[in-house]
């Protein structure tokens, strides 16, 4: 049995994708046969661009964009039964992992923070995940190759082993004919923010704040404090943030060390991504909001004029 990782080469965060793959690798497999990464990107030119590597060679899937039908078509006919492919953390990583897995008749498990590979692949392999909002390990055993596996968010990281990754074959995928059902297309650059599971300082809105007109207070005065926004479900499935500022176990899983939450009211599938702050500001104009229980400090008020009150303290300090 040999490991393989496969690498979205589109995100502009592939680095930090490489970086949970390199200390998964070192914790997990130093016993198992070294394969070859996958990488899906655009041109062979980023594969020459990314900084370090995973393991010596390369295989390299170019599409023009990230369609996930025509690099599963490629990683089908080149996946060895016998073999694991990791998968990174991210969107993308997630979905290829557990088609794949199904294509192949193999197994699939997403998020996986930790695995067990004895005796080859006859006792099969035991990857575990974390359940239960955070709080528990599950151990699944996965019985039949491929093994495909996606990584949890957030594990540790590693600095790729310095040099580039030799390039031993490039495939082309095939073009996908996507113009009989996109009518229109258009790119617009958006500026990498810093991940709210790294944030330090993260302030976070709920459906309470009203409107989506209130999120650009509360991103004023997260500039001001070198902090991020994230958003309750009910605000982001209202579009006043893009998804992957949810916090919760549907989002992200944080630990700032100061967390201000802002007209939530602190159900449990929230507060499990943001029980891990050191220190909770909770403002909520209801004082029996389950929120106001596991805060460090409540603020009995409605957000405005408390945003505003501290808006002034920061300008005279
Ligand atoms: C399987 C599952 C997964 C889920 N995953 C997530 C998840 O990942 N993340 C998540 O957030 N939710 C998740 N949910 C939904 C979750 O259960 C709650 O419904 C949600 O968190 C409530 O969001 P909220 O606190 O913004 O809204 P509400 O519960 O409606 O609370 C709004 C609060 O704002 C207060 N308020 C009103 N006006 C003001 C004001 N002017 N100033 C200050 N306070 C004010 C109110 O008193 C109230 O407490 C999930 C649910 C399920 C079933």
New binding site residues.
């Given amino acids: 049995m040999r490991y393989h990782f496969v690498l979205n080469g589109y995100l502009q965060n592939c680095q930090k994708l490489m970086q949970e793959m390199k200390s998964f690798k070192e914790t997990y497999l130093s016993a198992v046969e070294e394969g070859v990464t996958y990488l899906y990107c655009q041109s062979e030119e980023t594969a020459r661009q990314l900084n370090g590597r995973l393991t010596e060679n390369a295989r390299v899937l170019i599409a023009k964009e990230y369609v996930p039908e025509v690099v599963l078509k490629v990683l089908e006919e080149l996946a060895n039964p016998e073999d694991l492919y990791i998968f990174g953390s991210d969107y993308a990583g997630e979905e290829l992992a557990v088609r794949l897995g199904a294509r192949l008749g193999g197994s699939s498990l997403t998020s996986v923070s930790s695995i067990q590979i004895k005796n080859g692949t006859k006792a099969g392999i035991k990857a575990g995940k974390m359940v239960y909002s955070n709080h528990m390990e599950a151990i699944f055993r996965m019985k039949k190759g491929p093994y495909c596996i996606s990584l949890a968010k957030g594990l540790t990281k590693a600095e790729p082993y310095p040099g580039q990754m030799y390039i031993a074959e490039v495939h082309n995928c095939y073009e996908y004919d996507a113009a009989s059902y996109i009518i229109e297309r258009s790119f617009e650059p958006v500026e990498q923010e810093e991940s709210l599971e790294e944030a330090k300082v993260l302030i976070v809105a ?5 409107k989506k007109e209130h999120i650009a207070l509360l991103q004023e005065l997260a500039e001001r404090i070198g902090g991020q926004v994230g ?6 499935m209202n579009a006043w943030l893009p998804m992957n500022h ?6 992200a899983m944080t630990n700032p060390s100061v967390c201000i939450t ?9 507060y ?2 943001i029980e891990k702050s050191k220190f909770i500001v909770a ?4 004082e029996h ?1 389950p ?1 106001m229980k596991n805060a460090d400090v409540v603020i009995v ?4 004029p408390f945003i505003e009150a501290l808006d002034k303290i920061l300008e005279k300090s």
């Fill in positions: 709920g459906r309470g704040i009203g958003v309750s479900r009910p605000a982001a949810l916090i919760g176990v549907s989002g802002a007209g939530i009211s602190g159900a449990a599938a929230f499990a991504g403002v909520n104009t209801d909001a929120i008020e409605d957000f405005r």
